[in-house]
């Protein structure tokens, strides 16, 4: 289960978990409160994390229920394909090809977009039935789990993170087993969201990535690149990828946001008219990625 500890919880409860330094309260979303590191300025949600947190949280509901998850994950494949060629053929510049690990890789699209590109890939993913679909579909090496509980003793050449380290229950615990499981040399491909972009500023607490829980962290590339070095990971490059996603993705997250705001039922009426299938680029300029090399 799930508990914010909005009643119980009193700062020192919650110290940052990138520094450890004290935090404060930001603002409530969705029921959580959303916290502000004093000393980095890290951003996270203020969670009791339970051990069933992954299992609850990216049940098949988060693939398919819409809401602050997907609305039909599947869907996406082509798009997400191509999202792992892009990435593979941006990484050609610093290493070709190798031994990969895609942390959270869901059915396995963009880990399958990858192999493509002639990499040797293999998967962790919390939830079952999309572990079953890479399988069993794309025939992947991919196993049930979080980046915390990896089992074996492979050492990677890459391993990407793609949209998923604002998840991490256990954030330190998760970028030490990703190291561990690192050669010296070897990368981290990172990309998430960047809660210091413009339009993170300009919509405020109705940006969507303020969605706990199943988002717990926000991070800038400055502060994951600080925090990858604790690893012993230097920063070779960064950037902004080129997305796109389905009109039914985004107007699912629409959906989501606008419900609650005065203009929001007029605005999405007009939203509903538009087809689900529009493959529409999204104007990634608060999503960024960062690509890190153990020193
Ligand atoms: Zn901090």
Redesign the pocket.
């Known amino acids: 289960m799930i508990q914010s500890r909005q009643k119980l919880g009193v700062d020192s409860d919650f110290p940052?978990p990138?520094?450890?330094?004290a935090?404060q309260r930001w603002q409530q979303q969705h029921g959580y409160w959303i916290r502000d590191?004093g000393?980095?300025?890290?951003r996270f949600t203020e969670l009791l994390i339970t051990p069933d947190h992954a299992a609850t949280v990216y049940g098949d509901a988060y693939f398919n229920g819409g809401g602050a998850g997907y609305p039909d994950y599947l869907a996406e494949a082509d798009l997400l394909r191509q999202h792992g060629r892009r990435y593979a053929t941006l990484l050609k510049r610093y290493r070709a090809t190798g031994k990969m690990l895609d942390v959270g890789c869901a059915a396995g699209f963009i880990l399958q977009g990858f192999c493509e590109e002639g990499w040797q890939g293999q998967g962790i993913e919390p939830n079952p039935t999309m572990v079953r679909y890479a399988q069993q579909t794309l025939n992947l090496p991919v196993q049930v789990g979080t980046l915390e509980q990896l089992q074996g003793t492979e050492i990677f050449d890459l391993v990407t993170m793609i949209q998923v380290v604002a998840h991490f229950s256990d954030l330190q615990q998760a970028f030490a087993t990703a190291s561990q499981h690192t050669h010296s040399g070897g990368f981290w491909l990172i990309e998430t969201w960047n809660y210091k972009s413009w339009m993170a500023k300009l919509l405020g607490a109705h940006w969507h990535e303020y969605s706990p829980p199943s988002v717990l962290h926000w991070f800038s590339p400055n502060s994951l690149a600080q925090f990858a070095a604790r690893y012993g990971f230097k920063e070779i490059d960064r950037g902004r990828p080129a997305k796109f996603i389905k009109s039914g993705h985004a107007k699912s997250l629409l959906r989501y946001k606008l419900q609650h705001l005065p203009a929001g039922k007029l605005l999405l009426k007009a939203i509903a008219l538009i087809p689900d299938h529009w493959r529409i680029p999204y104007p990634a300029e608060d999503l960024f990625w960062i690509l890190l090399q153990k020193q």
Do not use: F, M, P
């Open positions: 940052c990138l520094c450890g330094q935090s590191c000393s980095c300025g890290h």
